[in-house]
């Protein structure tokens, strides 16, 4: 592989990697239904140590507005509640010794715009990191032509090629926000 396809699959591979972490973003957003997204970073004191709350119980979405969490040890119920409650979600759980509900309430307008614009600031934030990205690989691909590596139309067809990348992934990011700002504002 030369030194060009090298810096274009690095390049690549970068806005690939923004457009997961934007993915892993937006499913953590609370919509109007429930998700078991939104609790990926809850973690539970248990067995002195804290672990994930999918490591110590089974999770569920039975009805569209609905989480149930079933912990593998009874003991644990409170434990898990204390954990959701001190979590940043805003979501109050309700159990009956042996199992966890939550309820995820209906979004209010104002509560969904707040949302819409969080969303947008994720997506803002992945451009800036494919822009860099698009950055390095040119500074990379300039270095190969100071090094006469590549000729200066190499230069100039390696350039349009990574701005294509650049054009095709901001366009992904666009679509990822169409997508949630539909879902956010679906009521």
Request: hydrophobic share 35%; glycine share 4%; proline share 3%.
């Amino acid at each position: 592989m030369d030194e060009k396809s090298k810096v274009l699959k690095s390049a690549r591979g970068a806005m690939e990697k923004t457009v997961e972490a934007l993915v892993h973003e937006m499913q953590r957003l609370r919509t109007g239904r429930a998700s078991l997204a939104i609790l990926d970073g809850i973690t539970v004191d248990c067995y002195g140590s804290r672990m994930p709350l999918n490591q110590v119980a089974t999770l569920a979405v039975p009805e569209s507005r609905v989480i149930t969490i079933q912990p593998w040890d009874s003991s644990l119920v409170q434990a898990i509640e204390k954990a959701i409650l001190s979590s940043d979600l805003g979501i109050t759980p309700s159990n009956d010794g042996r199992l966890i509900r939550i309820t995820i309430p209906p979004l209010n307008e104002e509560r969904r715009r707040e949302l819409v614009k969080v969303a947008k600031k994720y997506v803002e934030e992945g451009r800036v990191s494919i822009r860099n990205t698009r950055r390095e690989a040119n500074d990379s691909l300039k270095k190969l032509e100071k090094e006469k590596v590549l000729t200066q139309d190499d230069l100039k067809k390696a350039q349009h090629e990574v701005q294509e990348l650049t054009d095709r992934f901001i366009a992904r990011l666009d679509e990822i926000l169409a997508q949630k700002e539909k879902e956010i504002m679906e009521v």
